[in-house]
């Protein structure tokens, strides 16, 4: 499960996600149990689910007909957080939508595609590809959850500084990388954001921080001839050792290493 992007549903077992769920509904009702609380899913519905919630599949009608797939961490550092904040922050407007029958066949068509290639052979063209998959599918269900109208009952206090500490991160995070920043936009403290965040989507703010930042960097590294030293002063660090440090602790290895 570390490695593929697609497990199975299963009545006997409850998975602590360290990654994100979607699942899918297509004939059928289920009844899900996300951190002990349950929810009701019905023919149509997509639903979400964040990172560092634990899930089980409970009671479900005889035509259900589920469709799931799993991204784990290890894909999730390098999904383009360009793109997944923005839909990110779209989703918590929208914890379980209901789609057209048209959408949820193209995101269908996706995960079955997603899932084909999760099977192959783990080389780094696979790896890519299956990123550039994964983000379209994003892109998707961004798309879906900007086609329904917002439920302002639905926006908790928490959900709506989460909603837009994203908007902001996806903007300035080359700038600004301090969580203080970020919590003074919505005039909150610091300890307030990233708890809120954190209750929200299972990581706190400085989590998602250094994620954006990371896989920035990532992209630069492998895809432009700049320095060391320039890519880590467009990211606004005071010096290459400083983002050197920062780079190597986010990835365990430095950005040269990485280049090759």
Known sequence: M????????????????????????????????????????????VVVILSEQIFSLDETS????????????????EINYHLLPVSAAEMLDNEYLTVNEQTRAEMRSLMAIIHHYSQQPETAQNFNLLISLI???????????NRIAKSSTRNSRQRTITKAFFERLSTDYSKQHDVAYYAAQQQVSPK???????????????????????????????STDKSV????????????SAFIRFFKRHTGTTPLAYRK
């Open 229 to 240: 030293a320039q890519i880590g002063e467009e990211l606004s660090f005071g010096s290459a």
């Open 135 to 145: 983000e379209s599918l994003s892109m998707l269900v961004g798309v879906a959850c």
């Open 2 to 45: 570390d490695h593929q992007p697609i497990f199975p549903p299963s009545r006997t077992n409850s998975y602590m996600l360290h990654g994100i769920l979607l699942v899918v509904c297509n004939e059928g009702w289920a009844d899900v149990i996300i951190n002990q609380e349950r929810r009701h899913l019905e023919k149509g519905m």
């Open 192 to 222: 307030y954001l990233s708890a809120a965040v954190r209750n929200v989507t299972g990581y706190p703010a400085q989590e998602w921080i250094g994620r954006v930042i990371t896989y920035s960097a990532k992209q630069m590294l492998k």
């Open 62 to 77: 005889s035509d259900i007909s589920l469709d799931l797939m799993y991204v784990p961490q290890k894909m999730l550092s």
